[in-house]
């Protein structure tokens, strides 16, 4: 073989050498990039649900005090409707006794 041939070979060694070693680092730039990238996307999609968790609890929380004034509201008006009742029972009651006692 020629000395020219020679170089030629170690030259397109030396070439592909560099050219694989190029691939390799750009094939670890893009598995760190896609890493980066598949952290990010993680992050942000926890960063959402934690979002809606408290949009979700901020709901129910109201949800909740309404109901809970409902009832509130209704207790005391059954509460106040049996009370009403029971001070026309007691005054009937009442006189019930005293009839009973003068009758007696």
Same mark, same amino acid.
């Given at each position: 073989?020629?000395?020219?041939?020679?170089?030629?070979?170690?030259?397109?060694?030396?070439?592909?050498?560099?050219?694989?070693?190029?691939?390799?680092?750009?094939?670890?730039?893009?598995?760190?990039?896609?890493? #980066? *990238?598949? !952290? +990010?996307?993680? @992050? %942000?999609?926890? $960063?959402? &649900?934690? /979002?809606?968790?408290? =949009?979700?609890?901020?709901?129910?929380?109201?949800?909740?005090?309404?109901?809970?004034?409902?009832?509130?509201?209704?207790?005391?008006?059954?509460? #106040? *409707?049996? !009370? +009403?009742?029971? @001070? %026309?029972?007691? $005054?009937? &009651?009442? /006189?019930?006794?005293? =009839?009973?006692?003068?009758?007696?």
């Amino acid at each position: 073989m020629s000395f020219e041939a020679i170089n030629s070979v170690v030259q397109a060694e030396n070439e592909a050498k560099a050219a694989v070693a190029a691939a390799e680092a750009k094939a670890r730039q893009m598995a760190s990039d896609a890493q #980066a *990238a598949g !952290r +990010a996307a993680v @992050e %942000a999609a926890g $960063d959402k &649900a934690d /979002s809606a968790l408290a =949009e979700l609890r901020r709901k129910a929380d109201e949800e909740a005090m309404s109901k809970a004034a409902e009832l509130s509201r209704d207790v005391e008006n059954k509460k #106040a *409707a049996l !009370r +009403a009742r029971a @001070e %026309a029972r007691l $005054d009937r &009651a009442a /006189s019930l006794v005293v =009839e009973r006692i003068v009758k007696n």
